[in-house]
């Protein structure tokens, strides 16, 4: 029996990251590292998602919030992004003796990929705007208990489809795979 792990993409690769200061990733990184490890000691296979934000926005864009990203065009690339790996989910759930997939593990605080928490805010607008205007947008930004666009989406897309695969963060993954020995 083969276990699956499908992970957002900058889970293994980052950078896609948005740039920034890498010091203010490092818990991230810590998280991913142990599940990286336990990944690696139970012989787990990784599926990885697509990273919406590079792909339609490059490695030059600006931090966003959910926000920005609820509009007709970014949600349907993510319907069309999506496909091919609900595709593949799919072939994998019709042989249930052969395959596990253990869960869909997202990026909490991201526009995209959280999944129980997300950045949402009023952003928007003329950067060159004076400061106190830009700092005011910049503090309308929070944290608010809701799927990101990506996770939104992909949740939607797995319910339509009635494929019961889990979506979990990062320390849902580690605590799912420490409880079971999965070589
Ligand atoms: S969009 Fe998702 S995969 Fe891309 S950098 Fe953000 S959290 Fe990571």
């Known amino acids: 029996m083969k276990k699956l792990l499908i992970v957002s993409h900058c889970i293994l690769n980052t950078a896609s990251k948005v740039a920034m200061d890498e010091k203010e990733l490092a818990e991230e990184y810590e998280v991913k590292g142990r599940l990286m490890r336990l990944v690696i000691e139970q012989n787990v296979q990784l599926l990885q998602l697509p990273c919406p934000e590079f792909i339609m926005y490059g490695s030059k864009r600006w931090g966003h919030v959910k926000n920005q990203f609820m509009h007709p065009h970014f949600r349907n690339e993510c319907r069309k992004m999506l496909e091919p790996i609900l595709l593949q989910v799919e072939e994998y759930l019709t042989y ?51 799927p990101g666009v990506l996770m939104q989406i992909l949740e939607e897309e797995l319910q339509r489809r009635t494929m019961d695969v889990s979506i979990m963060s990062m320390e849902k993954a580690i605590e799912v795979l420490s409880q079971v020995k999965y070589l």
């Open 96 to 146: 249930p003796e052969e395959f596990e997939i253990v869960g869909i593990v997202s990026v909490e605080g991201s526009p995209s990929c959280g999944h129980r928490l997300t950045c949402v805010g009023e952003w928007g607008g003329e950067l060159a705007g004076d400061d106190t205007e830009l700092l005011e947008t910049r503090d309308t930004c929070r944290m608010a208990e809701e």
